[in-house]
């Protein structure tokens, strides 16, 4: 499956350097756990070391479109 990431999501890649596109396409390949979140977007939650990642993104038929990313404390 391809991965896309949006043009929000690449701003916040810039605002964030604790979090890099590795780490978000890791999150979403290897994913620790998933669930259904707002207009049926995914949020795929990965413990990278001592980080949680969660990335939010949306799906279109073959492609995943990451929407944003972040790590929880």
């Keep these: 499956m391809k ?3 949006s ?3 690449q701003l916040q890649l810039h605002k964030r350097p ?5 780490m978000v ?3 979403i390949d290897s994913l620790d ?10 949020i795929f939650r990965k413990q990278i ?4 990642i969660e990335v939010v993104a949306a ?7 990451v929407v944003t990313q972040y790590l929880q404390e």
């Design 18 to 22: 604790q979090i890099n596109r590795e």
């Design 59 to 65: 799906s279109e038929s073959d492609t995943i479109i």
């Design 3 to 5: 991965i896309q990431f």
């Design 25 to 27: 396409i890791e999150a």
């Design 49 to 52: 070391g001592n980080k949680l």
């Design 33 to 42: 756990s998933v669930r259904i979140s707002y207009r049926g977007r995914h």
């Design 7 to 9: 043009e929000h999501a």
